[in-house]
């Protein structure tokens, strides 16, 4: 039997052992956090319509139709109108054929990657990809073929290696959610289609950020979809609410209604939650500002902290991280910042590589230009006193 108390204590001892702690306020630019109210640099809620109004609006008055619940998996009775509109929303966002919506991003990265490969498969997959794709592929029982990160000579030697295989599939994130780098896509695709491998590519933090539209990865590289590639993505991070969903073509969309298993034994997602997804998704497509402000707002931040000599390692995205590579120099410097009035989250192992410890800030949109001036002062104020190097 796990003795839990030794387990725990020895991961208090590497400064490892985590503890939650609880926000008593609404997801937004301010929250309150054990009576303190700190200024939020942790959130992916990258375009600040997690408190939206408009997005409560939809979701309160589609609860008052439809209920709080939808009582059952999608292929029971849980398939509301309100899926039907919002797959086909995100699939002409995403400007693929079909769309399916699953409950949480994680869910769906289980139960795309399980129905897409097997023991017979393989799969070739970045090193800094999502713990929920490594989850995948392990369950797939595909093989597991991991290339350095963003490293397309390494892919292709592996491609070379491989090529006996009959079901091939490339999976990358396509921004980074601890680097806030960007994969090479239009050399993932070339791979794709030289090697006949399927394409996909979590979208999760690229979707409402990327792009001239905010399409994600795809328009960002201006490269078009097809049906080598397929787009997963969330509703929880610039979309601002909750769930899954993953875009390609209507034969391969209609092969996971039959085969992905978190999709056919899960409760449907809550009407509500696709109505306030749809309103995110209009607001996207009406007002280019927002995603405007964002990225200006994550390029002053990530200015100020580098010349503060702080390593944002190459971070091009609302994603910056702060390297400060020990567990317990990370907590502290975490710890510091909340004192001055700034949340910014220390991320350690198992989460990030052994020596890769860092703060992970993340920028809203609607965080003010004082904002991102207070914390870059405060990031002066830690860094005088720290021993954290670039």
Known sequence: MINFKEELAALEARGLRRKMRFVSSACDRYITIEGKKVLNFCSNNYLGLA???????AAISTINK????????????????????????LADFKRQ????????GYSANLGIISALADRNSIVFCDRLNHASIIDGIILSRAQLARYPHKDINALEELLKKNSGYKNKLIISDSVFSMDG????????????EKYDCLLMIDEAHATGVLGKSGRGTLEHFGL?????IIQMGTLSKALGGLGGFVCASRELIDYLVNRSRSFIFS??????????????????????????????NADFLRAGLNSLGFNTLESQTPIIPILAKEPKL????????????????????????????RLRVTVMATHTKSDLEFVIDKFRKIRKKSEVRS
Do not use: W
């Open 181 to 192: 780098d960007i994969a090479p896509l239009p050399e993932l695709l070339r791979l794709a």
């Open 330 to 357: 990370t907590m502290e410097l975490s710890r510091r910042l909340f004192e001055e009035g700034v949340f910014a989250q220390g991320i350690r192992p198992p989460t990030v590589p052994e020596g890769l410890c």
């Open 97 to 104: 054929e079909a769309c399916l919506v699953y409950p949480s």
């Open 66 to 89: 439809f209920g709080v619940g939808t009582g059952a998996s999608r292929l029971v009775s849980g398939s509301n109108i309100l899926h039907k509109r919002l797959e086909e929303k």
């Open 224 to 228: 078009k979809a097809n049906k080598r």
């Open 51 to 57: 408190n939206d109004k408009r997005l409560k609006a």
């Open 267 to 296: 409760t449907a997602l809550p009407a509500a939650l696709c109505a306030s997804a749809l309103e995110a998704i209009r607001i996207i497509e009406r007002d280019g500002n927002q995603r405007a402000r964002l990225l200006s």
